[in-house]
């Protein structure tokens, strides 16, 4: 399953090369109401189909990095709200495989260590036999790039990238993504870069200032973490697992050291569950998340750790007896 926004991307990247967005979709025999929402998916089938066409009618084999700059400004503020959640460079790209999950169950980007100097960041492909094609690597090794390239103060910067693609005569947008070093006509595709950046510290954005009530909730529930080190653990843990989504108590216990028995004991010496405590989190941060109006609800859904939007309008009017939509109306 595949979300419309990775496809209405490519549709923007052809619509700024003068291609006609009406006349494409007719040509692909896709009706616009297919792409209207978020929630809309296609096939894995039609997406291939639509990159292919796409670089058809551009004659270009490099349409799919244009859409990734593209998906990369749309989804960035999303990042930061991400890379919030973390410590260091190191701690954003464990949650790298996650990102990617915005856009429907396609594959992965993932990090490896390579050696003592050098780590390596490679797509891997949910369905490696449909998706061989040079354009889905390339698409998500250059949204993966340029969003890394971003989230820390310091630069960034690829060391080299393998690539399966052939070389192209004309590489500019390749060599301002990936860098100078690229290697093409690789059986695989990934990246390179230094170790050393991953504790680079991150970009952060800065919350409790805004006058608003989901900033009000937030801060009384942090006022009641400052007594209590262990609870304020807990929730950055909790809040850093989040859009990995499926969350479950052995899976936080983990990250936190401990057992699951120890956990739930702690817990229990302060008259509280695992799944009431998560939902207290998940309820005061869609609140956070809400008064952001640069995020979707979609968005705000998957830093919650939820499967889709609509689980968590259902969960959202459990709480506060109305949609997300209508909340943040009625809040604006």
């Given at each position: 399953?595949?979300?419309?926004?990775?496809?209405?991307?490519?549709?923007?990247?052809?619509?700024?090369?003068?291609?006609?967005?009406?006349?494409?979709?007719?040509?692909?025999?896709?009706?616009?109401?297919?792409?209207?929402?978020?929630?809309?998916?296609?096939?894995?089938?039609?997406?291939?189909?639509?990159?292919?066409?796409?670089?058809?009618?551009?004659?270009?084999?490099?349409?799919?990095?244009?859409?990734?700059?593209?998906?990369?400004?749309?989804?960035?503020?999303?990042?930061?709200?991400?890379?919030?959640?973390?410590?260091?460079?190191?701690?954003?790209?464990?949650?790298?495989?996650?990102?990617?999950?915005?856009?429907?169950?396609?594959?992965?980007?993932?990090?490896?260590?390579?050696?003592?100097?050098?780590?390596?960041?490679?797509?891997?492909?949910?369905?490696?036999?449909?998706?061989?094609?040079?354009?889905?690597?390339?698409?998500?090794?250059?949204?993966?790039?340029?969003?890394?390239?971003?989230?820390?103060?310091?630069?960034?910067?690829?060391?080299?990238?393998?690539?399966?693609?052939?070389?192209?005569?004309?590489?500019?947008?390749?060599?301002?993504?990936?860098?100078?070093?690229?290697?093409?006509?690789?059986?695989?595709?990934?990246?390179?870069?230094?170790?050393?950046?991953?504790?680079?510290?991150?970009?952060?954005?800065?919350?409790?200032?805004?006058?608003?009530?989901?900033?009000?909730?937030?801060?009384?529930?942090?006022?009641?973490?400052?007594?209590?080190?262990?609870?304020?653990?807990?929730?950055?843990?909790?809040?850093?697992?989040?859009?990995?989504?499926?969350?479950?108590?052995?899976?936080?216990?983990?990250?936190?050291?401990?057992s699951r028995r120890s956990l739930q004991r702690r817990l229990s010496d302060r008259n509280k569950k695992f799944s009431h405590?998560?939902?207290?989190?998940?309820?005061?941060?869609?609140?956070?998340?809400?008064?952001?109006?640069?995020?979707?609800?979609?968005?705000?859904?998957?830093?919650?750790?939820?499967?889709?939007?609509?689980?968590?309008?259902?969960?959202?009017?459990?709480?506060?007896?109305?949609?997300?939509?209508?909340?943040?109306?009625?809040?604006?």
């Amino acid at each position: 399953m595949v979300y419309s926004s990775l496809p209405k991307f490519i549709i923007q990247a052809l619509s700024h090369r003068g291609i006609d967005q009406a006349a494409f979709l007719a040509d692909i025999d896709v009706e616009p109401h297919e792409l209207g929402s978020i929630e809309k998916s296609i096939s894995l089938d039609k997406l291939s189909i639509i990159f292919e066409r796409a670089i058809q009618v551009t004659q270009n084999p490099d349409i799919s990095l244009y859409a990734a700059r593209i998906a990369y400004t749309n989804i960035l503020r999303l990042q930061l709200h991400m890379s919030t959640m973390c410590t260091s460079f190191r701690e954003y790209l464990n949650l790298m495989p996650s990102t990617l999950k915005i856009f429907g169950d396609i594959g992965e980007v993932v990090v490896l260590r390579d050696s003592e100097e050098n780590i390596k960041m490679v797509w891997e492909p949910l369905f490696p036999e449909k998706m061989k094609e040079d354009y889905y690597a390339d698409f998500f090794l250059g949204l993966a790039s340029l969003m890394v390239g971003s989230l820390c103060s310091r630069p960034i910067p690829v060391v080299s990238a393998v690539l399966s693609c052939p070389p192209t005569e004309e590489s500019s947008i390749r060599h301002s993504i990936f860098g100078s070093k690229l290697f093409f006509s690789n059986e695989s595709s990934y990246l390179n870069f230094d170790s050393e950046v991953l504790d680079y510290q991150l970009v952060k954005l800065e919350y409790g200032q805004e006058n608003t009530p989901g900033h009000a909730v937030t801060r009384l529930f942090q006022s009641e973490l400052i007594n209590d080190p262990f609870l304020a653990q807990l929730r950055k843990v909790v809040v850093r697992q989040l859009p990995k989504g499926k969350i479950n108590i052995d899976a936080i216990a983990a990250d936190l050291g401990t057992s699951r028995r120890s956990l739930q004991r702690r817990l229990s010496d302060r008259n509280k569950k695992f799944s009431h405590v998560l939902s207290d989190i998940r309820s005061q941060l869609a609140l956070r998340y809400l008064a952001d109006l640069q995020l979707s609800i979609s968005d705000v859904a998957f830093l919650l750790g939820y499967v889709d939007q609509g689980a968590f309008t259902k969960v959202f009017k459990v709480w506060y007896g109305k949609t997300p939509r209508a909340y943040r109306q009625c809040s604006t």
